[in-house]
Protein backbone atom coordinates (compact mmCIF):
# COMPACT_ATOMS: atom_id res chain seq x y z
CA UNK A 1 0.00 0.00 0.00
CA UNK A 2 1.03 3.58 -0.94
CA UNK A 3 2.25 5.31 1.79
CA UNK A 4 0.26 8.46 2.41
CA UNK A 5 1.92 11.79 1.77
CA UNK A 6 0.91 14.58 4.16
CA UNK A 7 0.12 17.69 3.52
CA UNK A 8 0.83 21.34 4.44
CA UNK A 9 -0.89 21.77 7.37
CA UNK A 10 -0.82 25.72 7.63
CA UNK A 11 -2.86 26.67 5.26
CA UNK A 12 -0.16 29.49 3.85
CA UNK A 13 2.96 29.56 1.75
CA UNK A 14 6.30 28.96 3.81
CA UNK A 15 8.46 31.84 4.48
CA UNK A 16 11.56 32.41 6.64
CA UNK A 17 11.40 33.57 10.20
CA UNK A 18 13.20 34.01 12.90
CA UNK A 19 12.42 31.51 15.32
CA UNK A 20 12.73 33.40 18.63
CA UNK A 21 12.95 30.78 21.89
CA UNK A 22 9.46 31.49 23.56
CA UNK A 23 9.23 32.90 27.48
CA UNK A 24 7.47 31.47 29.68
CA UNK A 25 5.44 33.35 32.51
CA UNK A 26 3.44 32.88 35.86
CA UNK A 27 0.45 34.71 35.48
CA UNK A 28 -0.13 36.07 39.15
CA UNK A 29 -3.89 36.13 40.26
CA UNK A 30 -6.28 33.18 41.97
CA UNK A 31 -8.18 32.36 38.79
CA UNK A 32 -7.41 32.14 35.07
CA UNK A 33 -10.99 32.04 33.41
CA UNK A 34 -12.17 33.10 29.97
CA UNK A 35 -13.08 36.41 31.33
CA UNK A 36 -10.54 38.94 30.50
CA UNK A 37 -10.11 41.30 33.36
CA UNK A 38 -8.12 44.42 32.93
CA UNK A 39 -4.63 43.16 34.77
CA UNK A 40 -4.48 40.15 32.69
CA UNK A 41 -4.46 41.75 29.85
CA UNK A 42 -2.16 43.85 30.77
CA UNK A 43 0.59 41.69 31.85
CA UNK A 44 -0.07 39.39 29.36
CA UNK A 45 -0.71 41.04 26.39
CA UNK A 46 2.20 43.43 25.93
CA UNK A 47 4.32 40.36 24.58
CA UNK A 48 6.00 41.41 20.98
CA UNK A 49 6.70 37.55 20.06
CA UNK A 50 4.94 34.31 20.63
CA UNK A 51 4.74 33.67 24.56
CA UNK A 52 3.97 30.29 26.06
CA UNK A 53 2.16 32.19 29.68
CA UNK A 54 1.18 29.35 32.62
CA UNK A 55 -0.42 30.30 35.72
CA UNK A 56 -0.04 26.76 37.31
CA UNK A 57 2.30 23.46 36.14
CA UNK A 58 1.09 20.35 36.41
CA UNK A 59 3.46 17.80 37.32
CA UNK A 60 4.79 15.08 35.31
CA UNK A 61 1.37 15.42 32.55
CA UNK A 62 0.93 14.02 28.75
CA UNK A 63 0.62 16.57 26.67
CA UNK A 64 -2.14 16.58 23.60
CA UNK A 65 -1.41 18.87 20.79
CA UNK A 66 -3.29 19.66 18.06
CA UNK A 67 -3.73 22.51 15.24
CA UNK A 68 -6.20 23.46 12.86
CA UNK A 69 -5.14 21.73 9.81
CA UNK A 70 -6.49 18.97 6.97
CA UNK A 71 -10.28 18.38 7.49
CA UNK A 72 -9.89 20.21 10.44
CA UNK A 73 -9.90 16.66 12.64
CA UNK A 74 -7.71 17.29 15.21
CA UNK A 75 -9.60 20.97 16.02
CA UNK A 76 -12.52 18.82 16.52
CA UNK A 77 -11.51 15.88 18.06
CA UNK A 78 -9.50 18.57 20.78
CA UNK A 79 -13.05 20.48 21.40
CA UNK A 80 -14.30 16.75 21.93
CA UNK A 81 -11.72 15.93 24.83
CA UNK A 82 -12.41 19.33 25.84
CA UNK A 83 -16.11 18.76 26.15
CA UNK A 84 -16.29 14.92 27.38
CA UNK A 85 -13.50 15.39 30.28
CA UNK A 86 -13.22 17.56 32.82
CA UNK A 87 -10.69 20.22 32.35
CA UNK A 88 -9.32 23.68 33.52
CA UNK A 89 -7.54 26.61 32.32
CA UNK A 90 -4.37 26.50 33.58
CA UNK A 91 -2.61 29.15 30.60
CA UNK A 92 -3.02 29.81 27.25
CA UNK A 93 0.19 30.92 24.25
CA UNK A 94 0.01 34.26 22.76
CA UNK A 95 1.30 35.94 19.76
CA UNK A 96 0.61 39.65 18.64
CA UNK A 97 0.85 38.09 14.86
CA UNK A 98 -2.54 36.30 15.69
CA UNK A 99 -5.29 37.63 13.53
CA UNK A 100 -6.99 40.39 15.64
CA UNK A 101 -10.60 38.85 16.37
CA UNK A 102 -12.12 38.01 19.59
CA UNK A 103 -14.18 34.63 19.27
CA UNK A 104 -17.20 34.70 22.02
CA UNK A 105 -18.55 31.39 22.85
CA UNK A 106 -21.26 30.45 25.26
CA UNK A 107 -21.05 33.81 26.91
CA UNK A 108 -17.24 33.51 27.15
CA UNK A 109 -13.72 34.70 25.00
CA UNK A 110 -11.95 32.08 23.57
CA UNK A 111 -8.18 33.06 23.45
CA UNK A 112 -6.76 32.01 19.98
CA UNK A 113 -4.60 29.17 21.88
CA UNK A 114 -5.50 28.10 25.77
CA UNK A 115 -4.07 25.57 27.71
CA UNK A 116 -6.11 23.39 29.97
CA UNK A 117 -5.60 20.57 32.27
CA UNK A 118 -7.47 17.42 33.51
CA UNK A 119 -7.10 15.89 36.99
CA UNK A 120 -7.90 12.62 36.80
CA UNK A 121 -5.85 11.42 33.65
CA UNK A 122 -3.47 14.12 34.36
CA UNK A 123 -3.81 15.39 30.31
CA UNK A 124 -2.18 18.88 29.08
CA UNK A 125 -4.84 19.62 26.00
CA UNK A 126 -4.09 22.66 23.71
CA UNK A 127 -7.11 24.62 22.01
CA UNK A 128 -6.62 26.65 19.13
CA UNK A 129 -9.14 28.24 17.33
CA UNK A 130 -6.80 30.60 15.52
CA UNK A 131 -4.76 30.02 12.59
CA UNK A 132 -1.01 29.48 13.20
CA UNK A 133 0.45 29.79 9.73
CA UNK A 134 3.69 31.47 9.66
CA UNK A 135 4.13 30.24 13.41
CA UNK A 136 5.00 26.68 13.46
CA UNK A 137 8.95 27.18 14.50
CA UNK A 138 8.06 29.10 17.61
CA UNK A 139 4.99 27.03 18.44
CA UNK A 140 6.98 23.94 18.54
CA UNK A 141 9.58 25.65 20.84
CA UNK A 142 6.37 26.79 22.84
CA UNK A 143 5.33 22.97 23.23
CA UNK A 144 8.63 21.74 24.38
CA UNK A 145 8.81 24.30 26.26
CA UNK A 146 5.60 23.42 28.21
CA UNK A 147 6.90 19.69 28.26
CA UNK A 148 10.04 20.72 29.93
CA UNK A 149 7.97 23.36 32.08
CA UNK A 150 6.52 20.12 33.47
CA UNK A 151 8.04 17.75 33.17
CA UNK A 152 5.28 15.85 31.08
CA UNK A 153 5.59 11.95 30.09
CA UNK A 154 4.51 12.45 26.86
CA UNK A 155 3.85 15.12 24.17
CA UNK A 156 1.46 13.47 21.71
CA UNK A 157 0.79 15.40 18.32
CA UNK A 158 -2.58 14.86 16.13
CA UNK A 159 -3.02 15.25 12.65
CA UNK A 160 -5.10 15.02 9.90
CA UNK A 161 -3.59 13.62 6.19
CA UNK A 162 -4.32 13.01 3.01
CA UNK A 163 -4.70 8.97 2.69
CA UNK A 164 -4.08 7.35 -0.96
CA UNK A 165 -7.86 5.93 -0.93
CA UNK A 166 -10.96 6.85 0.41
CA UNK A 167 -12.14 3.71 2.99
CA UNK A 168 -15.00 3.48 5.02
CA UNK A 169 -12.79 3.15 8.25
CA UNK A 170 -9.95 5.87 8.20
CA UNK A 171 -7.03 4.55 8.61
CA UNK A 172 -4.43 5.89 11.31
CA UNK A 173 -0.58 6.14 11.38
CA UNK A 174 1.92 6.90 13.63
CA UNK A 175 5.17 8.21 14.64
CA UNK A 176 6.74 7.84 17.86
CA UNK A 177 10.88 7.79 19.12
CA UNK A 178 9.83 5.55 21.94
CA UNK A 179 10.39 2.00 20.72
CA UNK A 180 8.79 0.26 23.65
CA UNK A 181 5.47 2.22 22.15
CA UNK A 182 5.23 0.45 18.83
CA UNK A 183 3.89 -2.84 19.64
CA UNK A 184 0.97 -1.13 21.86
CA UNK A 185 0.15 1.20 19.01
CA UNK A 186 0.46 -1.50 16.51
CA UNK A 187 -1.77 -4.01 18.66
CA UNK A 188 -4.66 -1.12 18.34
CA UNK A 189 -4.56 -1.33 14.29
CA UNK A 190 -2.11 1.51 13.96
CA UNK A 191 0.45 1.61 11.14
CA UNK A 192 4.19 3.22 11.45
CA UNK A 193 4.93 5.51 8.72
CA UNK A 194 7.84 4.93 7.16
CA UNK A 195 8.11 7.73 4.37
CA UNK A 196 6.31 11.01 4.18
CA UNK A 197 6.47 15.00 4.42
CA UNK A 198 5.34 16.30 7.55
CA UNK A 199 4.35 20.03 7.84
CA UNK A 200 2.92 22.56 10.23
CA UNK A 201 3.37 22.38 14.14
CA UNK A 202 4.15 18.45 13.58
CA UNK A 203 6.27 18.80 11.52
CA UNK A 204 8.31 22.07 12.75
CA UNK A 205 8.05 19.80 16.56
CA UNK A 206 9.49 16.73 14.97
CA UNK A 207 12.70 18.61 13.26
CA UNK A 208 13.49 20.50 16.20
CA UNK A 209 12.71 17.71 18.61
CA UNK A 210 15.47 17.23 21.47
CA UNK A 211 16.37 13.49 22.41
CA UNK A 212 15.51 13.66 25.74
CA UNK A 213 11.58 14.53 25.01
CA UNK A 214 9.01 11.91 23.60
CA UNK A 215 6.55 12.33 21.53
CA UNK A 216 3.85 10.35 19.80
CA UNK A 217 2.65 11.40 16.53
CA UNK A 218 -0.77 10.36 15.22
CA UNK A 219 -2.06 11.04 11.56
CA UNK A 220 -5.44 9.96 10.68
CA UNK A 221 -6.58 9.85 6.75
CA UNK A 222 -9.10 12.23 5.61
CA UNK A 223 -10.32 13.47 2.20
CA UNK A 224 -11.62 16.82 2.52
CA UNK A 225 -10.44 20.02 3.30
CA UNK A 226 -14.06 20.71 4.93
CA UNK A 227 -14.72 19.59 8.51
CA UNK A 228 -14.43 15.72 8.90
CA UNK A 229 -16.01 14.30 12.10
CA UNK A 230 -15.61 11.17 11.21
CA UNK A 231 -11.83 11.07 11.17
CA UNK A 232 -11.85 13.20 14.24
CA UNK A 233 -13.97 10.35 15.78
CA UNK A 234 -11.51 7.98 14.52
CA UNK A 235 -8.64 9.80 16.91
CA UNK A 236 -10.58 9.90 19.79
CA UNK A 237 -11.34 6.12 19.40
CA UNK A 238 -7.53 5.57 19.14
CA UNK A 239 -6.54 7.88 22.12
CA UNK A 240 -9.43 6.05 24.38
CA UNK A 241 -7.45 3.05 23.64
CA UNK A 242 -4.19 4.19 24.22
CA UNK A 243 -4.73 6.38 27.21
CA UNK A 244 -7.26 4.53 28.86
CA UNK A 245 -9.55 7.60 28.87
CA UNK A 246 -13.42 6.13 28.63
CA UNK A 247 -14.68 8.24 26.06
CA UNK A 248 -17.09 7.31 23.92
CA UNK A 249 -16.28 8.00 20.59
CA UNK A 250 -19.97 7.12 18.81
CA UNK A 251 -21.85 10.61 19.28
CA UNK A 252 -18.71 12.35 17.95
CA UNK A 253 -20.29 10.54 14.58
CA UNK A 254 -24.47 11.22 15.43
CA UNK A 255 -23.76 14.79 15.93
CA UNK A 256 -21.12 15.11 13.14
CA UNK A 257 -23.47 16.95 10.93
CA UNK A 258 -24.46 19.57 13.34
CA UNK A 259 -20.46 20.14 14.70
CA UNK A 260 -19.05 20.58 11.27
CA UNK A 261 -22.01 23.46 10.49
CA UNK A 262 -20.73 24.76 13.73
CA UNK A 263 -16.88 24.63 12.56
CA UNK A 264 -17.62 25.42 9.31
CA UNK A 265 -19.55 28.99 10.64
CA UNK A 266 -16.60 29.45 12.68
CA UNK A 267 -13.59 29.37 9.65
CA UNK A 268 -15.74 31.50 7.80
CA UNK A 269 -15.66 34.46 10.79
CA UNK A 270 -12.08 33.63 11.16
CA UNK A 271 -11.07 34.27 7.19
CA UNK A 272 -13.71 37.05 6.76
CA UNK A 273 -12.15 38.37 9.81
CA UNK A 274 -8.56 38.28 8.50
CA UNK A 275 -9.76 39.19 4.89
CA UNK A 276 -11.25 42.50 6.82
CA UNK A 277 -8.20 43.64 8.21
CA UNK A 278 -6.35 43.09 5.00
CA UNK A 279 -8.25 45.16 2.78
CA UNK A 280 -8.17 47.78 5.63
CA UNK A 281 -4.87 47.96 6.18
CA UNK A 282 -4.07 47.86 2.41
CA UNK A 283 -6.85 50.88 1.97
CA UNK A 284 -7.37 53.10 4.56
CA UNK A 285 -4.70 55.25 6.53
CA UNK A 286 -4.76 54.28 10.12
CA UNK A 287 -5.98 56.56 12.70
CA UNK A 288 -6.14 55.66 16.08
Known sequence: MATPMLPDLSGTPARKLMVQKPRVSM??????NHEIAPSLRSLSYGAKKLELQLKSRPKNPIIIEGFPGLGFVATIAMEYLLDHLKMHPIGRVWSPKFTPMALIHNKRIVQPIEIFHN????????EAVSGVGGLEWELAEAIISLYKKTNAKEIISIEGISGPVERKVPQVYYFTNQPEKKAILEKIGLKEIAEGVIFGVSGALMVKLPKDVKVTALFVETHSDLPDSKAAAKLIQVLDQYLGLKIDYKPLLKRAEGFEEKLKELIGQTKDAAVLKKDKDQDLPYIG
Open 27 to 32: IPGNSL
Open 119 to 126: DKHNLVVT
